[in-house]
């Protein structure tokens, strides 16, 4: 069960104006001037939007405080705003804490809102964030100035912080594997902090061997230390105790020679660095083409009129596909990675030929000599770099199939909502004549497209092909403001039934409309009416609760609410009580 029981507004005098709700469906009625659109934009901003200087917003000049009360589960809350500070209240069954900023409040609403901790979890390691009930409001508030929207049809999908994350979030909703990718995503977690750990062990096994060779090279060692030869370097340090001298045998390359061989392996580096970010970039370019070209696949494909272009698509899909080398430029990721560790080798070496030929004192060869046994004694002859490699290859391919599944849709779901929203539309033609009008056309349906998150009208047309008939599918470009609204007031129906039956996200139960009568003439208002009785029975009132504000009274739009609230009365000008006109 959820209800928004009330609104309490509390003046800058103290004075006192509360606004009572009922579960199920709350009718707003106001004229033009008496504050709908603020009251509608106040809901979000009680439920934890960020709305800078609201207390210097037109409208709301006297109001200190407000505080909303709701129910959910049978578990009362309350959220206390201030407007003109950062500080906030919430409260769990009159158990009251206080919140020094909004972040820490959103927190409290979202564990209330939250159907459990797993399936919160499922949602952040799908998002790669702490996503909370905030980001799920974009199925909650339809406004007035994108009412008609049927491409991107979401109200808040025109606000960057909700746009960005919109395609990720649709891809959630209908992903067909969502408790499979939360496995990948803990493996792949586990797999990481194992790399994390040995690669430390790692860095420490070459920071070592590094300490060793400089110490070496003070005792004018023949030989470096590379981590496998320790009888060898330990025989080296055995003649230097019983003989206080090194021999030197082993010729080095001169300090020219090397200076020469990095100059020359940093500009192969260089050089293969630039050609290895130039096949990224084509990659990822030709990515981004194939997934257009995809997408104008899908809209397109099944359609006889454009056969040749589908082709044509296709073909392009290969030729890209085929352009991208993989194994070439694993191959030049490889060479790359060999070429800069052999100049760190080469730099180690320079720096190991400057000691060499720097005179030390006997003391200093004999401290070098006790660091060169402390480090030998302490050295692990494992090396885990070959594991290293084979975890990291690992964790790679395990992203690469997280990211696919990812991607991978539940047509099943998809196709639900598209079955949903031409019912609630059709659903209305006994209340709409242009309704009643586009039932008429053979096979009308609304389909969903995910990929643009579009609403897009459909009917079958008949065509006669070689001497047969042959049905196709029809986009069906319907330029009525009125047609457009309606079908996207059904698809915020439709998502909210769907989400709703999920139980899987910190969803609040209700859904918030300003004036979506205002493109419908006299004849066709009704149907507001008819697609919320619809909804209604599919579900109960209890669970879902509804606010309407328009201008008409309710009876004009086939509405029966359980409450209508007037804006104007003799006690005030609209819903601000406290302001005087």
């Known amino acids: 069960m959820f209800r928004i029981t009330k609104l309490k507004l509390k003046s800058d005098t103290s004075k006192e104006y509360e606004y009572d709700f009922s579960t199920g469906l709350n009718y707003v009625q106001g004229d033009n001037a008496t504050g709908k659109t603020l009251f509608y934009n106040f809901f979000d901003y009680m439920l934890g939007d960020t709305q800078t200087n609201i207390s210097q917003r037109d409208g709301l000049a006297g109001i200190a405080s407000a505080t909303l009360e709701f129910e959910f589960d049978e578990i009362v809350y309350t959220i206390q705003r201030f407007l003109v500070e950062p500080r906030c209240m919430f409260s769990r069954d009159g158990v009251f804490q206080t919140c020094s900023t909004l972040e820490e409040l959103k927190g409290l609403i979202n564990d209330a809102l939250c159907p459990s901790e797993s399936s ?61 990718i939360k496995e990948k995503e803990d493996e ?9 750990r040995l690669s430390a062990l790692e860095n420490e096994r070459v920071f070592m061997i590094g300490q060793i060779n400089q110490q070496l090279a003070i005792l004018k060692s023949p030989v470096s230390f590379t981590g496998n030869n320790i009888k060898e370097i330990e025989k080296i340090i055995y003649e230097f105790e019983d003989n206080d001298e090194i021999i030197r045998s082993e010729k080095t390359r001169t300090l020219s020679e090397l200076s020469f061989m990095i100059n020359s392996i ?32 899908l809209l397109i494909e099944g359609n006889p009129l454009y056969a040749p272009l589908v082709h044509s698509t296709k073909e392009l899909l290969k030729d890209m596909s085929g352009s991208i080398s993989m194994k070439d ?16 080798e080469l730099q180690q070496e320079i720096i190991l030929n400057e000691k060499k030929y720097t005179p030390y004192s006997v003391d200093e060869k004999r401290a070098a000599l006790i660091i060169v046994k402390n480090y030998l004694s302490e050295f692990s002859l494992k090396s885990h770099q070959e594991n290293l490699n084979d975890l990291r290859e690992k964790a790679t391919e395990l992203r690469k199939t997280i990211k696919d599944l990812k991607q991978t849709d539940n047509m099943n779901d998809i196709n639900t909502i598209s079955e949903k929203v031409t019912a609630y539309y059709t659903g209305a033609a006994s209340s709409s004549s ?23 009208p459909q009917f ?23 047609r457009q609204t309606l079908i ?11 989400l709703l039956g999920k139980k899987q996200y910190p969803l609040i139960p209700f859904l918030v409309i300003d004036h979506a009568s205002k493109p419908l003439d006299k004849d066709s208002k009704k149907a507001i009416g008819s697609i919320f009785k619809e909804l209604y029975q599919r579900i109960a009132k209890d669970n879902l609760q509804i606010f309407l504000f328009g201008t008409e009274q309710p009876d004009e739009l086939g509405l029966k609410p359980e409450k209508t609230i007037h804006l104007v009365e003799n006690t005030k000008t609209g819903f601000n009580p406290f302001l005087l006109r």
């Open 120 to 180: 919160q979890q499922v949602v952040n390691s799908f998002m790669n964030a702490n996503m909370t009930y905030r980001t799920f409001t974009l199925f909650n508030f339809l406004g007035e100035k994108r009412l008609g929207a049927l491409n991107d049809f979401f109200d808040k999908s025109d606000q960057t912080k909700y746009r960005v994350r919109e395609a990720e979030l649709l891809n959630l909703i209908f992903n067909q594997n969502p408790n499979l």
């Open 188 to 196: 792949l977690q586990n797999l990481e902090q194992r790399i994390s």
């Open 266 to 297: 940093s500009n192969q580096i260089s050089d293969l660095s630039k050609r290895l970010s130039e096949s990224k970039q084509i990659e990822e370019e030709n990515r981004k083409r194939a997934e257009l070209l995809s997408d104008l696949n």
């Open 329 to 344: 430029r694993k191959i030049q990721a490889e060479t790359l990675k060999h070429m800069k560790a052999a100049k760190v």
């Open 434 to 456: 242009f309704v009643a009008e586009d039932t008429k056309k053979t096979g009308l349906s609304i389909r969903y497209i995910k990929n643009g998150n579009t609403l897009q």
């Open 460 to 482: 079958e047309s008949e065509e006669e092909n070689e001497g047969e008939l042959v049905k196709r599918t029809v986009n069906y470009n319907c330029g009525s403001h009125a």
């Open 488 to 498: 996207q007031v059904c698809g915020y129906c439709a998502f909210m039934e769907f």
